[in-house]
């Protein structure tokens, strides 16, 4: 039973492409983030969503679009790709979005784009 | 705003040896801090977490951390380690009276635990 999955795991594709990546969680939880994680391994935020209002968006492209369609669901779209957008992409989620709750990560997303 | 300083990039060390993991942070407000690990290929998994109360924590697999308020350091230690425990680890921070949940990750520290 995997507390936060997403999918697709693997996603090489071409720049200008238009791509998804999926996230569920099956922990109950009101919040779900997106992190961005560099080819130097450097972690940062992208979007959190608490019972499916954006309530963080740090300064990304508006080619990212964020969807939560429930609170146990966080999409990310990616429009017209480019090269440095190849990382890996993790999903995660808490129970809310005070301070000292854990956040629990998927295993990514690993995006190349080429 | 806060940021987080991992002072050495990579550690090396011998199995059942024992390990510091250095963390630095810089804040001008109270926060919580947490260590994560990074196995190869897999998400982020919670080894501790300081929130409160006694400054020395324990997590899991035998890690601890000491949260050191006065130098603002919060290092994660081993006294023995195994060839398992290779893998990148990361602090991270956040601003204990925040509403929004922003975790600040430090650039990580790579434990490369060797027969």
């Known amino acids: 039973d995997t507390a936060v999955s997403q999918t697709p795991k693997y996603l090489v594709t071409q720049m200008g492409n238009d791509k998804s990546i999926k996230c569920e969680q099956n922990l109950g939880h009101d919040t779900m983030y997106w992190y961005k994680q560099d080819s130097k391994k450097f972690l940062k935020i992208m979007f959190s969503?608490?019972?499916?209002?954006?309530?963080i968006n740090e300064t990304v492209p508006n080619r990212f679009s964020p969807k939560s369609p429930d609170k146990a669901h966080l999409n990310l779209h990616i429009n017209s790709l480019e090269l440095g957008d190849s990382a890996v992409y993790f999903c995660?989620?808490?129970?809310?979005?005070?301070?000292?709750?854990?956040?629990?990560f998927g295993e990514g997303s690993w995006l190349t784009v080429v | 705003a806060q940021s987080v300083t991992q002072l050495d990039s990579q550690v090396p060390v011998f199995e059942e040896a024992p390990v510091e993991l250095r963390c630095n942070y810089s804040s001008s407000v109270s926060v919580y801090l947490f260590w994560y690990v990074q196995y190869p290929n897999q998400g982020l998994q919670l080894l501790l977490k300081y929130l409160s109360g006694s400054t020395l924590v324990k997590g899991i697999n035998g890690f601890e951390a000491e949260f050191n308020k006065s130098q603002t350091s919060f290092h994660l230690r081993k006294p023995s380690v195994h060839i398992s425990d290779t893998a990148e680890y990361f602090c991270?921070?956040?601003?204990?009276?925040?509403?929004?949940?922003?975790?600040?990750f430090g650039k990580g520290t790579l434990l490369t635990v060797n027969p």
């Open positions: 969503y608490n019972n499916k209002e954006l309530i």
């Open positions: 991270a921070v956040i601003d204990s009276g925040g509403s929004n949940y922003k975790l600040t």
């Open positions: 995660a989620s808490s129970q809310n979005s005070g301070s000292g709750n854990t956040i629990y």
